[in-house]
């Protein structure tokens, strides 16, 4: 009967984690060599990869979008000669079956900096999906998404020992969380996730119908 996504105990974990997560995140931007010039030089570089990590993806985005749908932008993008019919949003499985199109390394040749306050060339899953399906496409896709997900968390709530709606939840989870890198169904590691899970839950639901059958037996 809880509906909270939080509470005092979930806070206090994700407090203390930042805490002791940060330095290791600052620690591993120094790895990279950005300290080796002077404490202002370094902290001016720390603040460039923090701010590019954490919200560059979403002014990339938008400036792509402007690009394509208002007509200004401060950077100039490609447009593609061909339609991608969901090469971007389902790239692991037209790999799978011999699709050879050229992907830059990182997905996108455009690097989008401000001011060299931020730059990144991650531009969210939904640039992809808007250049497979265009938008109104896309709100179709999230549309469909959203009641195949919706339909696996009824399940797995009402079925007595679910296999096929836990992991698709699972990889709802995976799926939304990569959104603001790129969509997760570029890589096939999701897929071998998907099937490994059902794998093992549908073994260990015949395995506790069969032990129980024993018993009663």
Aim: charged share 10%; with cysteine; glycine share 6%.
């Amino acid at each position: 009967g809880s509906y909270s996504l939080t509470n005092k105990v979930t806070n206090k974990v994700i407090f203390l984690s930042v805490i002791l997560l940060f330095p290791i995140l600052i620690a591993s931007f120094l790895a990279r060599g950005i300290g080796e010039g002077t404490i202002e030089e370094t902290i001016k570089k720390l603040e460039f990869y923090l701010s590019s990590y954490a919200f560059g993806s979403f002014y990339a985005f938008s400036d792509w979008f402007s690009s394509v749908y208002l007509g200004y932008s401060n950077m100039e993008y490609a447009l593609l000669k061909q339609n991608t019919y969901g090469l971007y949003t389902f790239m692991a499985i037209f790999k799978a079956m011999g699709n050879t199109t050229y992907i830059p390394e990182g997905y996108y040749d455009e690097y989008y900096n401000y001011h060299n306050i931020i730059q990144s060339n991650i531009y969210t899953m939904f640039r992809g999906l808007i250049t497979d399906f265009s938008i109104i496409g896309s709100l179709v896709y999230f549309t469909l998404t959203g009641f195949l997900f919706n339909l696996a968390y009824f399940t797995m709530l009402k079925a007595r020992k679910p296999v096929i709606s836990v992991a698709l939840y699972m990889c709802f989870i995976a799926y939304t969380y990569s959104s603001f890198l790129i969509s997760i169904m570029t890589w096939n590691s999701i897929f071998a996730v998907f099937i490994a899970v059902c794998a093992i839950l549908g073994v260990n639901s015949y395995l506790s119908n069969k032990r129980f059958y024993f018993i009663k037996s």
